[in-house]
C-alpha cells in the first residue's frame, strides 16, 4: 500500500503563487508516476500535471502550461503555481501509479491523496 500527503493548499488573490506538496510513503517502488488532478465544485477530477519516476517524460493541462512546474526528488514531487487564477479554484489531489508513461485519466491511478483546498480570490 502506498500512503499519499499533500501539504500546501491555501488562500490567494489572482496573480499569487502557491506551492503543493505530494511525499508518497508505505510500499515504494521505482518507475512510477506521480500527477496532480483537481476538481472544482460540481465539475469532473480533471488532469493538471503529472511526472515520471526520472522526470523525463511530464505533462500539463493546456490550462495550466507556462503557469504550474511539477518536479520531483524521488518519492516526493512539487507543483509550483503559478500567476493563479480565480478558475484555478478546487481541491487538489495527487495521485501514483506504475508506469513509465504520464496518463491523464484519474481511472488510471490506484493511489491518491487525501486533496488539499486551493481557493483563488478574484
Known amino acids: 500500500q502506498v500512503q499519499l500527503v499533500e501539504s500546501g493548499g491555501g488562500l490567494v488573490q489572482a496573480g499569487g503563487s502557491l506551492r503543493l506538496s505530494c511525499a508518497a510513503s508505505g510500499r515504494t517502488f521505482s518507475n512510477y508516476v506521480m500527477a496532480w488532478f483537481r476538481q472544482a465544485p460540481g465539475k469532473s477530477r480533471e488532469f493538471v500535471a503529472g511526472?515520471?519516476?526520472?522526470?523525463?517524460r511530464i505533462s500539463y493541462a493546456d490550462s495550466v502550461k507556462g503557469r504550474f512546474t511539477i518536479s520531483r526528488v524521488n518519492a516526493k514531487n512539487t507543483l509550483q503555481m503559478n500567476s493563479l487564477k480565480p478558475e484555478d479554484t478546487a481541491v487538489y489531489y495527487c495521485a501514483a501509479d506504475f508506469g513509465a508513461v504520464v496518463v491523464t485519466t484519474p481511472g488510471a491511478y490506484e493511489y491518491w491523496g487525501q486533496g488539499t483546498q486551493v481557493t483563488v480570490s478574484s
Open positions: 511526472i515520471n519516476w526520472s522526470g523525463s
